[in-house]
């Protein structure tokens, strides 16, 4: 771990969002969705926490709600001390040029009546960082930074390919100088084959720009490679966190252990030794969601108690908070 790891940049602490929703074929019933229901973790100045979990677990709501593009319905999100979540919009200003966040789908990001280079400079503009000489030099640099040549300055974003319009999208993030960069699933919607260069690329600017990441997926496979610590969220809540080998060596959540057992090894011996677990079902609606533990509907060693009792987040190993009754590293069935 490196040393700047120790300073917390990023606090949440309880934080829930709540969406209220029409229900029923002529929005006659109202429910509300518990995307997010009471996170709490810390993020370390110069580390990439990876954030994994399915599709509608509550990845994208988290890391809107952390660069405060929806506001929280409760809880706290400090960033270097300060709770975002009590700022105004005006007061949130000078912030937003430290957090930045980059989207699963670039293509949506960039508008595309604009040049590439107008797109990298717009957020400089917006905060009247430089002048227009300035920004101009700036843009090229930016484009060198993330492996482009500065002739995409005078392109437009359908011209380019997916792999190219998230390296646009990098660029633009990084173009007034944050701390700490949200990355909501950058690579799920690239090729494959793509995919490794842009993480690869997110960590050698990691180092050049010194920042902090959260980097979501939806699949451990990505996140293994670039994260320092893993959070593994299953329907609005943390399951389990820790650092990345201890996650790895000594999973502890059954929930964890059903996400790992569903990433290939690269050794094709151990691959062929691999045991699955199948987890039964969905993921429950989160406009009712479980009692208890929200996965006892589909956990494999589930008892009485778990649909009953809320489990906390609890250290169980150095650094290692897993939120189960019945934790343990033995292997499921
Ligand atoms: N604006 C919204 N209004 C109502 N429900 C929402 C909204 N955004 C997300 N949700 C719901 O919140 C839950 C979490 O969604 P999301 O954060 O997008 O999950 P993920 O990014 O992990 O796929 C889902 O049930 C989703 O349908
Ligand atoms: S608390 Fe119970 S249902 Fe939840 S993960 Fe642990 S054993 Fe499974
Ligand atoms: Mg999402």
């Known amino acids: 771990m490196r040393k700047e790891q120790n300073e917390v940049i990023v606090s949440i602490k309880d934080l829930k969002k709540h969406f209220p929703v029409k229900l ?25 926490l990876g954030l ?6 509550g990845k994208s709501t988290t890391a809107f709600v952390i660069v405060q593009l929806y506001r ?14 009590k700022l105004s919009e005006r007061e949130l200003r000078p912030m937003r040029t ?56 005078n392109r437009y974003a359908h011209e380019l390919s997916g792999g190219q319009q ?41 180092e050049k720009y010194k920042l902090t990441y959260l980097f979501i997926a939806h699949n451990l496979a990505v996140v293994r490679h670039i994260s320092d610590r893993i959070a593994v969220m299953y329907l609005g809540r943390i399951a389990e966190i820790a650092e990345k080998n201890e996650i790895f060596d000594h999973t502890l959540h059954p929930y964890t252990k059903a996400l790992l057992s569903a990433v290939p090894e690269a050794d094709p011996k151990i691959e062929r030794q691999r045991h699955r677990i199948i987890l ?49 590293e033995e292997k499921e069935k």
Do not use: W
Not at 52 to 57: K, N
Not at 72 to 85: E, H, I, P, Q, R
């Open 98 to 153: 430290k957090i930045q966040i980059i989207f699963q789908d670039p293509y949506s990001t960039l508008n595309p009546r604009m040049t590439i280079g107008e797109s990298i400079g717009e957020p400089i503009r917006a905060h009247k960082l430089m002048n227009n000489k300035e920004i101009k030099q700036h843009v090229f640099e930016l484009l060198k930074d993330v492996g482009l040549k500065s002739s995409f300055a």
């Open 166 to 206: 998230q390296r646009i999208c990098i660029a633009r993030a990084l173009a007034i100088n944050p701390e700490f960069v949200v990355c909501d699933e950058p690579v799920s919607a690239l090729d494959v084959s793509v995919q490794a260069q842009i993480i690869n690329l997110m960590q050698d600017l990691q």
């Open 280 to 328: 039964e079902g969905d993921v429950p609606d989160a406009i009712s969601p479980p009692s208890g533990c929200r996965f006892h509907t589909r956990c494999p060693i589930a008892k009485e108690k778990c649909s009953q009792e809320i489990p906390d987040l609890e250290e169980k190993r150095p650094g290692h908070y897993v939120a189960c009754h019945y934790a343990s």
């Open 52 to 57: 994994v979990g399915e599709s509608g677990c």
């Open 24 to 48: 029923g074929a002529f929005g006659e019933r109202s429910g509300i969705v518990h995307a997010i229901d009471g996170i709490s973790m810390d993020i370390h100045r110069g580390e990439t």
């Open 72 to 85: 929280a319905t409760s809880g706290f999100v400090f960033f270097k001390g300060v709770d975002l979540t």
